[in-house]
Antibody
Framework: EVQLVESGGGLVQPGESLRLSCVAS????????MNWVRQAPGKGLEWVSV???????DYADSVKGRFTISRDNSENTLYLQMNSLRAEDTAVYYC????????????WGQGTLVTVSS | DIVMTQTPLSSPVTLGQPASISCRSS???????????LSWLQQRPGQPPRLLIY???DRFSGVPDRFSGSGAGTDFTLKISRVEAEDVGVYYC?????????FGQGTKLEIK
């Protein structure tokens, strides 16, 4: 059974940094592309970033230059380093796994809440 | 970016009756590999999103067959043949044919 467990969320002030983690189990982590998707309180879903099995990365314009996605295949862990945080980054952050062929976020974690406020 | 537009944004439905949600993309979702990466997600209250349908009409593992997807190009539909109480939540269409992946605004399904 695929399990994705996010952690690292919390309350930070504008301009500060935070690193989110997503520990994966139940599948061969290194073979799959992984995404971060966020959801502001009471709002819809917003794709944040992707990292392929080969290390290719892409970002939403709203986070480009501030967020960095990475993975440690030896630890089956996905990361999101978030710098220069803004109030509008406040959201639940989900990690989501793609299938081998890509093209869909098929498994989702429970999410971790990031609150940016002074 | 590809804009995904869902209608309606709210859908009150009687238990046992059908429901339908439309999704339109601002450009074709046909990928260069020939696939159309249009999916439907369900988000029950207080829960993370859950994949229902991928590549327009393929049901994900464990999804009841009362859920079906159809469409092509830029126009897509999710249908629930007979709504059950557990279907209450918000439904999103999403495309993964082109980065950035984008989502519709969500359609709230509620019971009359």
């Amino acid at each position: 059974e695929v399990q994705l467990v996010e952690s690292g969320g919390g309350l930070v002030q504008p301009g500060e940094s935070l690193r989110l983690s997503c520990v994966a189990s139940g599948f061969i982590f290194r073979n799959y592309a992984m995404n971060w998707v966020r959801q502001a309180p009471g709002k819809g879903l917003e794709w944040v970033s992707v990292i392929s099995s080969g290390g290719y990365t892409d970002y939403a314009d709203s986070v480009k230059g501030r967020f960095t996605i990475s993975r440690d295949n030896s630890e089956n862990t996905l990361y999101l380093q978030m710098n220069s945080l803004r109030a509008e980054d406040t959201a639940v952050y989900y990690c989501a796994k793609e299938p081998l062929g890509g093209g869909v976020t098929e498994d989702w974690g429970q999410g971790t809440l990031v609150t940016v406020s002074s | 970016d590809i804009v995904m537009t869902q209608t309606p944004l709210s859908s009150p439905v009687t238990l046992g009756q059908p429901a339908s949600i439309s999704c339109r993309s601002s450009q074709s979702l046909v990928h260069s590999d020939g696939n159309t990466y249009l999916s439907w997600l369900q988000q029950r209250p207080g829960q993370p999103p859950r994949l229902l349908i991928y590549k327009i009409s393929d049901r994900f593992s464990g999804v009841p067959d009362r859920f079906s997807g159809s469409g092509a190009g830029t126009d897509f539909t999710l249908k629930i043949s007979r709504v059950e109480a557990e279907d209450v939540g918000v439904y999103y269409c999403t495309q993964a044919s082109q980065f950035p992946y984008t989502f519709g605004q969500g359609t709230k399904l509620e019971i009359k």
